[in-house]
């Protein structure tokens, strides 16, 4: 099972003054909501990291939330918000790209009086913008939004889009129809994904929370578990329900399929579409670019691949322990062994690449090691 | 960073106000541990010189040891026959302004009338020590931290000893004195080292000291290499060496200092811990206390100690705070460790967050918060013959 993500939560501080829709009206919402707080809800429910998303249209709010993310390391990403009307709109787009975990944009369209502000020419260079840095274009919308989406869709078949809460349907006794055939039309776009996130609180008054368990379907029906990304909402989930009882719900939702589809839902597919890093480091670090060995973080097993950079694999050959040495490339007998970006003695004995390399087959050019047992001489 | 120190008449501040039990040598260790044992007290420290031959070195290393700014007050316990000149070190003492006495053992009575003199003495000088303590107080700028590595294995050198390397650059920064040795573990750095000298002078010392090493412990035989390090994935002195030598951070290096020469003016120092002259006694330093012991005779007040393999050791004067490279060892030994730079091995932080630990608990330890190694009792002390000139005049700046 790949790690558990909650690809939608918020965390805010009133004090910082630039939600807007944030007010004292929300009693449980209007008031400092940090990382511990979130933390100690995923830990309860076994959820490995979370994408922080943007509650503010302020770029400053971005900041706030990546200096958050930098800190933390289960805070795997951010999607946060761009003034989409800046005359220099697609040079920002490039520096937030560049800056660790931030990972799409979500300007706040539900809130939008004009439904057709986002097809707008000027506002296409930033969604432009967003598809050549690979970040991610998060829909936040009410269903008259959706066949505004579909055009966008069209439009930017580069860009990876996700509906966040499934475009909010009112959810009563029976699902709207044409809310799940727009569902249908909005998934027939592979650049297209949907957050399984936020239902609880599309409720009406007095309806069966299992409701939820039938747009659910539709999701699942409409994007398959390949574009279906589970997440929460929490905070705002509280005004409706708890942490722990939407992961139960959507638990049942997906008793279904297979563990593979349950584990895309919950992580992986989150992980793939916001191209989240991995918060595990290479079990193998390269400590200079002019090493020929890397250092085991942790034990590794023959038989283990793993990257070091974007292009560099390294094929374990041989069990190492945590804080030996793997060859990088094949070494020769006499080679220099260089870590550091220095010698640190000659092989004496060829390794192939993502062999072990120690007293077996090195020696120091200066001086003997030694181990209880035996002496490996320096000349 | 302010805490409250103890004011010597030298102008020195402690972080501890010890009374040191020192033995002068090994006939009478068991009458000074019976002593300190039988105090029952954390503040009380057994201290000594175990060989019964003159030896310059070993008398101004005690010198140095029991006016360290930690100590305020000393008990000397002399057979009586050996040579060691403890009027030397009494008198020496007792112009520093600290209660000292002797027991001679021969005079006293024997080993029992020995013990009971020297209970009582120590605790009317622990009295007097502790009604004679001037608490005042004392900046990051004032102290004196050292540090070395031991039971080094593959991950010391990737984020125990560069972490501690940033927080020297932080404590050099803030206007402390930071010192790191082992210069027999850092042949082949001389170069790069030599590089951060303050001064010509001072870079030639730096590559006479490691030049020096050289000799001496390719004389020896053996390096500063054991199996522990092999069993964690070192594989030669070198690998070791480029490892340890990064405990030393980025600071320019201002001075080069011999065991017992205490630095006039803050900033990094190299100790130079091989004697000088023809290989005379053995190993430099045998065991990883005789170094720290050599830190504190330059005026250390504790001393930042890296392990991957898992030491437990602490010290007699002055606290040991450890920090592990490994995460695994940290798990195994928690009880041992005060500092996990292993967690960044796992993505749980990085060199500065580790580095901000480290100088955080310095200063919480510098105002009287117990180490691991301090709290369960380490005061380990290990002194042995060596022989060295005095540095020259150019190794060393002048305070301003």
């Known amino acids: 099972m790949s790690p558990i993500i909650d690809a939608h939560v918020h965390l805010w501080d009133p004090a910082r003054g630039d939600y807007g829709w944030l007010t004292p009206a929300l009693p449980g919402l209007y008031r400092r909501i940090d990382e511990q707080e979130l933390h100690a809800e995923l830990t309860r429910a076994g959820v490995d990291g979370a994408v922080l998303v943007q509650a503010a249209p302020t770029e400053a709010e971005s900041d706030y939330l990546l200096s958050i993310a930098a800190r933390t390391p289960w805070v795997r990403g951010v999607v946060g918000w761009v003034d989409f009307d800046a005359s220099d709109v697609e040079h920002r787009i490039a520096q937030r790209a560049g800056q660790a975990k931030f990972v799409g944009v979500r300007p706040m369209l539900q809130d939008l009086d004009d439904a057709d502000w986002i097809l707008d020419p000027g506002r296409g260079r930033a969604l432009g913008a967003l598809a050549s840095h690979g970040l991610v274009f998060d829909a936040l919308i009410k269903p008259v939004h959706m066949t505004r989406i579909e055009q966008i869709a069209r439009r930017h078949p580069d860009l990876a889009i996700v509906i966040d809460h499934a475009a909010k349907p009112a959810i009563g006794n029976e699902v709207s129809r044409p809310w799940r055939e727009s569902m249908r039309a909005l998934a027939s776009y592979p650049n297209v994904a949907c957050k399984l996130s936020g239902l609880l609180t599309e409720l009406s008054p007095g309806a069966d929370p299992t409701r939820v368990l039938d747009c659910i379907d539709v999701i699942l029906q409409s994007f398959g578990a390949s574009r279906a990304i589970w997440g929460s909402d929490w905070p705002v989930l509280t005004l409706a329900s708890t942490y722990e009882r939407w992961y139960a719900l959507t638990q049942r939702a997906l008793s279904s399929l297979s563990e593979r589809d349950r584990s895309a839902v919950m992580g992986a597919n989150a992980a793939r579409i916001y191209r989240l890093k991995s918060n595990v480091a290479a079990p193998a670090i390269l400590l200079h670019p002019d090493d020929n060995v890397l250092v085991c973080s942790r034990a590794v097993r023959a038989g283990e691949r793993f990257n070091i950079s974007e292009n560099e694999t390294v094929h374990v050959l041989q069990d190492t322990e945590l804080g030996h040495k793997l060859a990088r490339r094949a070494l020769s007998v006499g080679e220099k062994v260089i870590k550091y970006g220095a010698s640190i003695g000659s092989m004496t004995a060829a390794v192939a690449a993502g062999g072990w390399i120690h007293l077996h087959n090195m020696k120091s050019d200066y001086i003997s090691a030694h181990t209880r047992a035996a002496r490996v001489d320096a000349t | ?400």
Do not use: W
């Open chain 2, 1 to 400: 960073m302010s805490f409250q120190g103890y004011l010597r008449k030298d102008g020195r501040k402690g972080i501890r106000n010890v009374v040191a039990v020192a033995y002068l040598v090994e006939c009478a260790h068991h009458v000074a541990r019976r002593i300190v044992e039988r105090c029952d007290d954390a503040d009380v420290h057994l201290i000594g010189f175990p060989g019964c031959y003159p030896n310059e070195y070993a008398l101004r290393m005690m010198k140095a040891l029991a006016t360290h700014p930690n100590v305020g007050a000393v008990l000397l316990v002399s057979l009586g026959c050996e040579s060691f000149n403890r009027e030397a070190l009494a008198a020496h003492v007792a112009a520093s302004d600290r209660p000292v006495e002797t027991i001679v053992i021969q005079k006293a009575g024997g080993t029992r009338s020995a013990i009971e003199r020297g209970v009582a003495a120590v605790k009317a000088m622990k009295q007097k020590a502790s009604d004679a303590a001037v608490r005042v107080p004392m900046q990051l700028s004032e102290l004196v931290v050292g540090t070395i590595c031991g039971g080094s294995d593959g991950t010391s050198g990737i984020t125990a000893n560069p972490a501690v390397g940033r927080a020297f650059d932080r404590l050099v920064e803030a206007g402390a004195t930071c010192i790191f040795e082992e210069t027999g573990e850092m042949i082949g750095c001389e170069g790069p080292m030599a590089v951060r000298a303050s001064t010509p002078a001072v870079a030639a010392a730096i590559v006479a000291s490691i030049a020096k090493a050289e000799t001496y412990y390719r004389a020896m035989g053996f390096g500063s290499f054991a199996p522990g390090n092999a069993e964690g994935g070192l594989s030669s002195q070198e690998e070791k060496s480029a490892g340890a030598y990064v405990k030393s951070g980025s600071s320019p290096i201002v001075g080069v200092i011999k065991p017992a020469e205490v630095p006039e003016a803050p900033g990094l120092y190299l100790l130079d811990v091989v004697p000088d002259g023809p290989p005379k006694f053995g190993f430099p330093n045998i065991s990883d206390n005789a170094e720290i012991v050599e830190l504190m005779a330059c005026g250390a007040h504790l001393t930042l100690f890296t392990t991957g393999r898992g030491s437990v050791v602490g010290s007699a004067i002055a606290p040991v705070i450890k920090v592990t490279g490994n995460p695994d060892t940290y798990r195994r030994m928690t009880e041992d460790m005060d500092v996990n730079a292993g967690r960044i091995l796992e993505g749980k932080g990085d060199l500065d967050e580790v580095a901000e630990e480290i100088v955080s608990l310095v200063a919480a330890v510098a105002g009287g918060q117990l180490t691991k190694s301090e709290d369960m009792g380490h005061r380990e002390f290990i002194l042995t013959y060596k022989s060295f000139e005095p540095s020259g005049p150019g190794c060393l700046p002048r305070s301003a």
